[in-house]
């Protein structure tokens, strides 16, 4: 049986269609996914994202612990609040998973995807042996997201006097406490936003403060398409153990320096940066009819053979075209073919994101 969030009756109640996400019954969306998506893109929606796995990291050696866990390295976080993107490697520099992580006063807070739960606190536990350090994984606490242009100035109300004031005074990709709250400026949407964190015990009532803030509930489908017109990955599909980050789009969180850092996978990864012979994650345009899906493959040429596939693809309501990401090989500039439904159609590479703050960023 798939487990409920705390929001569970209350997405039933606003007449959610749910599905199984990741283990999860979850709202896919509240009877039209492209208004959800313009609503976060023009105004405000908020996500229930309380299947995300929130994991505290204390104790004495807890920068040492996550300096060797992660490829990007916590020591840039400098004071309370700062927050990394990062992945998290196996030893062939496979990507376990990627993940947020907060300075927090007493340690770091990390928040990792819900699909990947068990494996991720498995690995954790694991690699935490000879560290003066704690995992603790918080299901005492829910996650709303709520983004778009209006997002803050709506949720500062819903606040109120004692949160508010700490949403006000957030620069983006930061995060503070507020008593037993927190409050990020970050978000998986390519708009401003925030990401809170609260009790359980707190989320329906605080849900219903939302709602009379106009901010609209808004679905997992909306949530997909936001993201890949930001140019965001989504795990297991844009990355899982079996793809690098060189090969990810995720070059850019991956710290070489200091050299002297050792962290899991760093062997394979320089082994892996130095040979030069993998593929790399492009953006593609379809600039006819018709929609790009997961899976579907690239071809330099009409009659030529497969160079890669798409990883994720959709219909972008923004843009009014389709859109995808796709791992390819081999040298390719500024256009290539997809085979959908038995035909070759000619497709643009466009630089990453899509989207930003709602504007086309591709000419």
Known sequence: MAKQTPLFDAHIDAGAKMVDFGGWDMPINYGSQLAE????????????????TIVDIQGAEATEYLRYLLANDVAKLATPGKALYSAMLNEQAGVLDDLI????????????????????????????????????????????????????????????????PVANQLNPFQGLASEDWFIARTGYTGEDGL?????????????????????????LGARDTLRLEAGMNLYGNDMTELTHPLESAMAWTIAWTPEDREFIG??????IKAEQAYGKLVGLVLEQRGVMRTHQKVHLSEDGPAIGELTSGTFSPTLQQSIAMARVTGTIKD??????????????????PFVRNGKKQFD
Not at 339 to 344: D, N
């Open 37 to 52: 998506h313009q609503q976060v893109r023009e105004d405000a929606g908020m996500f229930d994202v309380s299947h995300m």
């Open 101 to 164: 992580v907060y300075k927090m006063v007493d340690g770091y807070r990390t928040v990792v995807n819900c699909a990947t739960r068990e494996k991720d606190l498995a690995w954790m536990q694991q690699q935490c042996a000879g560290f003066a350090v704690e995992i603790i994984e918080r299901d005492d606490l829910s996650m709303l997201a709520v983004q778009g242009p209006q997002a803050i100035e709506k949720a500062t109300v819903a606040l109120g006097k004692i949160h508010g």
């Open 195 to 219: 990401e809170i964190i609260l009790p359980a015990t707190a989320v329906v009532a605080f849900w219903a403060r939302l709602l009379d803030a106009e901010i609209k509930p808004c679905g």
């Open 266 to 271: 760093r062997a394979a990864l320089t082994e």
């Open 335 to 352: 256009s290539c073919f997809i085979e959908i439904r038995g035909k070759m159609l000619p497709v643009k590479i466009v630089k990453l």
